[in-house]
């Protein structure tokens, strides 16, 4: 998911320096090429993630046109911010990477009283 969203980033961010597509100043495309890089290494993921989601609500309500590209943008930002990069990414490395262990249910032996 880091993979596709930080390079749609990069590539959009290309091409509009390029001149091909519209997505506002050009610090802010350089922004989101930078935010696109910061994904696909994995680095600092979920503020990362959570600028990506506030980018593209700026998208949304400053430039016309299709909008479901963004909203699909947003989404995987969200849902980047709140799920962390993985167990291949710089972030874990660095950090180390989270990891939730769920019990087995088949542990514990729950007999219910008798009334």
């Given amino acids: 998911m880091r993979l596709v969203a ?21 610090p802010l495309v350089v922004f989101q090429i930078i935010l696109g890089l910061l994904l696909v290494v994995g680095l600092w993921t979920p503020v990362v993630g959570t600028l990506l989601g506030i980018l593209e609500v700026w998208h949304l309500v400053s430039l016309t046109g ?4 963004h909203i699909l943008l947003l989404t995987l930002g969200v849902s980047l911010a709140l799920l962390g990069p993985g167990a291949w990414s710089v972030d874990a ?4 990477w989270k990891r939730i262990d769920i019990p087995n249910r088949q542990n514990s032996h729950h007999t219910p009283s008798e009334g």
């Fill in 6 to 26: 930080g390079a749609t980033l990069m590539y959009r961010g290309f091409i509009a320096l390029s001149g091909e597509l519209v997505l506002g100043p050009a």
């Fill in 93 to 96: 490395r660095l950090f180390g």
């Fill in 66 to 69: 299709d909008p479901w590209i």
